[in-house]
């Protein structure tokens, strides 16, 4: 075997190893269903935290706000699932960093509320971050104690049916 002969051989083995490399990095659905239990388990664990401790920050991106995120809102963003399972387990692993999305998410605006939904919601905003996939978190502002509250983590597909109605 010459020279020539022994390189196509090792990129030829390096073409194998990296289809089979990407094989194996290729979960299933039933493996995305799972990791997104797990981790909604550990976001449910976290919420249980929060009881009667809620986390409390102010930050500014886009808008100045002081969140308050409780149980309840850690509940709420991991019970709001989609039938795609890989958002599900991204969802669940954004919601265990709240702060964190915020602080380095791109502010896209803010909605009014739908006509008699969510009589004590004042307006929502929405920020979103690309982690190896685009995510959207939609904030709630509370009218009587205006405090911002993690409402939705939502996929592009849900951003795009609300887009029409974004004001910055």
């Known amino acids: 075997m010459s020279f020539s002969d022994k390189s ?22 039933e493996q995305y269903y799972i990791e997104s239990k797990r981790l909604r388990a550990e976001v449910i664990q976290m919420a249980d935290a929060l009881k009667d401790n ?31 399972n890989r958002f599900n387990a991204f969802k669940n692993m954004v919601a265990r ?25 004042a307006f929502f905003a929405y920020f979103s971050r690309e982690l190896g996939g685009k995510a959207y978190l939609c904030i709630r ?17 849900t951003f795009d049916a609300e887009i029409q109605n974004l004001k910055k």
């Open 8 to 29: 196509l051989e090792d990129s030829q083995i390096l073409v194998i190893f990296a289809n089979c490399m990407e094989k194996v990095n290729q979960r299933t659905e």
């Open 54 to 84: 809620p986390l409390r920050f102010t930050v500014t991106n886009g808008i100045t706000m002081d969140v308050e995120i409780t149980k309840s809102d850690l509940k709420t963003i991991a019970s709001k699932n989609t039938q795609d």
């Open 97 to 121: 960093d709240i702060k964190g999305f915020i602080e380095k998410a791109t502010y896209e605006g803010w909605r009014a509320v739908i006509p008699g939904k969510h009589p004590e919601t």
């Open 141 to 157: 502002k509370i009218k009587n104690t205006g405090l911002f509250k993690p409402y939705a983590i939502i996929d592009q597909k």
